[in-house]
């Protein structure tokens, strides 16, 4: 068995399987931001991805692809369900977000969320070389940096949440709270998108197991008497932001955004939405602040269109099943009222759509909204800002976003507010070009300063501080 000096695990691998026309399986990358975003780091650090394949009850070797080392871990059709669609999709996913939906507790779910993080720490565990780095993402392994710990306290283990982490009067609803930062303290460093959600963590750390924080660090006492120190900071996701300016540059893709406004009747301004169909992401709110300006005669259905991407996700978690068809029937009546022959309200798309449609929707777009009503970064408002090498449009972003930390040259709203919200998509309609052009460069400028590639560099180097650190401590 090869062993890396560093390994990814995550719930998913970063790749899909796929079956060829003759029933022939191979394997293609997935397009995910985290792929784009470790592929060059994994490449060159010989690394390792402990991850499931995306597929439940089958058995598949490690092999090699595209110079890393894919890990797969095993998951029966029975886990998928309980660790996944369940204790991760259906408590923490809620309950992480502000309990928009009413999280569920189920001590089932949990002990699959249990048994399962440990066979991904298990396989980590194998993967890691001797003193390696172990990088571990998100809400599905909250347990993984403990356990691997207790298997391997030889290792630098580092964990990054993507997702928001909430205000201690919500996360001390979880009936498993202290087993939960327990297991993330088993890392190094943790890793949040939000100076708020770093903050969150420590407070619930000082309340819930009395731990001494002091700014970013921890102190975490050992089995042993010792203690040890962890970082809890935040450290912002982004973009592989050249990669949208490249597709943004590309001709047939422009030729497209043309024939995108064309297809829609050539309003006068195009709104757009990309999300995946999900509660957090505030797509509901939005559809009422258009509709009701529609119906208040502030917009015309002649002139302005808004274009909705909703892409299908966790399908078969019932608030999933039950917001789209809230969502299929606000579109309908909205389009029943306003709609004429030549010209719709709201053309609504759920569907996928590979990127480089997607770049295409975003320069036909005069108006992005973005109006998550919680959301750990929110990645859509910077690959709309990142193509818009125009310098043209209008980013509307939710504070509840923590892409608002970043780009506060946006039109900020809350979602929550409808009136507020109305107000804030006029002012993006009637916006000037120069001051479309100053905000755009403010937002472009930041994206251009901070890429995926900083981002996957400055956590990389807090753990190869860590690391120095502790084997500091270890040789005195
Ligand atoms: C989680 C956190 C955090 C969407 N539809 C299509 C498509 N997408 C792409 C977007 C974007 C990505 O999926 C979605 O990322 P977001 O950040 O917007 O949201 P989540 O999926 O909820 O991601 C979030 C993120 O993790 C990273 O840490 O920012 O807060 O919730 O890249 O463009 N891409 C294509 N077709 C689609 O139909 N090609």
């Excluded at 985290?34 to 598949?60: F, S």
Aim: proline residues 5%; charged residues 25%.
């Amino acid at each position: 068995m090869t062993q890396a000096e560093l390994v990814v695990v995550a719930n998913r691998l970063p790749v899909d399987r796929v079956v060829g026309p003759e029933g022939e399986l191979s394997w293609r990358r997935s397009p995910g931001g985290l792929v784009t975003a470790l592929e060059p780091v994994m490449r060159r650090a010989d690394g390792a991805w402990v991850g499931w394949p995306g597929q439940a009850d089958i058995d598949v070797d490690p092999f090699e692809f595209e110079g890393t080392y894919l890990v797969p871990v095993r998951l029966s059709a029975e886990e998928v369900e309980l660790y996944y669609e369940g204790m991760s999709n259906d408590t923490f996913w809620p309950l992480y977000h502000d309990v928009i939906s009413e999280p569920r507790y189920r001590r089932v779910w949990w002990d699959a969320y249990v048994k399962v993080n440990r066979r991904f720490a298990e396989a980590a565990a194998a993967a890691a070389a001797p003193g390696a780095t172990v990088w571990v993402q998100d809400y599905q392994l909250q347990l993984v940096p403990q356990m691997l710990r207790e298997r391997r306290p030889d290792l630098t283990i580092g964990y990054f949440h993507h997702i928001p982490f909430p205000a201690y009067g919500l996360y001390s609803q979880l009936p498993w709270r202290r087993q939960v930062l327990e297991g993330l303290l088993g890392a190094d460093v943790i890793g949040f998108q939000r100076v708020a959600d770093a903050g969150n963590f420590a407070r619930a750390v000082r309340r819930q197991l009395r731990y001494p924080t002091k700014a970013s660090g921890i102190t975490v006492p050992n089995p042993d008497g010792t203690t040890r120190n962890a970082l809890a900071k935040a450290f912002p996701i982004s973009i592989d932001t050249a990669s949208y300016v490249e597709l943004a540059e590309r001709e047939d893709i422009r030729a497209r955004a043309q024939e995108i406004r064309e297809s829609l009747g050539n309003p006068k301004k195009i709104l757009l939405g990309v999300d995946r169909l999900d509660y957090t992401k505030g797509i509901r709110h939005r559809m009422k602040a258009f509709g009701e300006l529609l119906a208040d005669g502030r917009v015309d259905v002649e002139d302005v269109t808004l274009v909705q991407v909703a892409s299908p996700s966790r399908e078969r978690v019932d608030a999933y099943m039950q917001l789209r068809d809230e969502i299929e029937l606000t579109v309908g009546r909205i389009n029943g009222d306003h709609d004429t022959m030549g010209h719709t309200a709201i053309r609504y798309l759920h569907q996928a759509y590979p990127r480089e449609e997607m770049v295409a929707l975003f320069l036909a777009a005069d108006v992005m909204l973005v109006t998550a009503l919680r959301d750990g970064m929110n990645l859509v408002a910077k690959e709309y800002v990142a193509s818009r090498i125009d310098n043209r449009g209008v980013l509307v972003l939710s504070e509840f976003a923590g892409a608002a930390d970043e780009l506060p040259s946006a039109v900020r709203i809350n979602p929550h507010d409808i009136d507020g919200m109305k107000d804030a998509i006029m002012r993006a309609i009637e916006m000037p070009a120069a001051e479309q052009g100053r905000r755009m460069r403010a937002l472009r400028k930041k994206v251009r300063e901070n890429d995926v590639a900083t981002w996957s560099q400055s956590f990389l180097r807090a753990m190869d501080h860590a690391q120095t650190l502790n084997h500091a401590k270890s040789v005195n």
